[in-house]
């Protein structure tokens, strides 16, 4: 069955210390997402990318980067300069064919990253 | 700016109601309107899709209408079960044409058997 696989599903993050989420789809879709999400709030964007080797800066970027050089990977790194990392991570990927009239969201099961 | 709102933020009913879900947004130019359920702890399923030219669409018992005019957009769960207990979230794409898309904070629904 075609999918988003996120792991690991629970994650700790040492002070100082960088940690690399993973999202992988099966679902040939041109654009991935990160999303944070917070208690009581909605998901807020971190990155998008909408082809292999190009992605854009969501509204909370800071301290988080990613890669995309393969379709089906989009990796998600938050780094030390991330203070307040503590956060249920999701992504999600929607195919761009046919433009935006049709695109319904997929998304994993996510990553829930902690403090030590 | 778009900006989507989903009031109320949680909702408590007995088992079997029939009930209505609502989203707001402000930008009535937008290509699609998505409803999703998560559960705790998991991923956002996705529900229905209507899109901009669609008044409503349905799947089981659940019904999504769009009325883009006014900005808003209702979810209707007939003979609610304990099992739809979830959070229900909506979402818009922005409409710069990037393939990026807003989300409500969502309403959390508790089915009371």
């Known amino acids: 069955d075609g999918g988003i696989t996120q792991s690991p599903k629970y994650l700790f993050r040492k002070e100082g210390q960088n940690v690399t989420l993973s999202c992988e789809q099966n679902?040939?879709?041109?654009?991935m997402y990160w999303y944070r999400q917070d208690p009581g709030q909605g998901l807020r964007l971190i990155y998008y990318s909408q082809i292999v080797n190009d992605f854009q800066k969501g509204d909370i970027a800071e301290g988080y980067s990613v890669s995309r050089e393969k379709k089906e990977s989009f990796p998600l790194t938050v780094t030390s300069a991330q203070k307040n990392p503590t956060a249920f991570y999701l992504c999600?990927?929607?195919?761009?064919?046919?433009?935006?009239?049709?695109?319904?969201?997929?998304f994993g099961d996510g990553t829930r990253l902690s403090i030590l | 700016k778009q900006e989507v709102t989903q009031i109320p933020a949680a909702l408590s009913v007995p088992e079997g109601e029939n009930l209505v879900l609502n989203c707001s947004f402000t930008d009535s130019a937008i290509y699609n309107l998505q409803w999703f359920r998560q559960d705790p702890g998991k991923g956002l399923t996705s529900l229905l899709l209507?899109?901009?030219?669609?008044r409503e669409q349905t799947s089981g018992r659940l019904n999504a209408s769009l009325d883009k005019s006014s900005g808003r957009s209702t979810l209707y769960i007939a003979a609610s079960q304990p099992g739809d207990s979830a959070t229900y979230l909506c979402a818009v794409p922005v409409t710069s044409g990037t393939y990026k898309y807003i989300f409500g904070t969502g309403t959390r629904l508790k089915v009371l058997a």
């Open positions: 679902l040939n879709h041109d654009a």
């Open positions: 999600a990927s929607t195919t761009t064919w046919g433009g935006t009239s049709n695109q319904p969201q997929h």
């Open positions: 209507i899109q901009s030219s669609q």
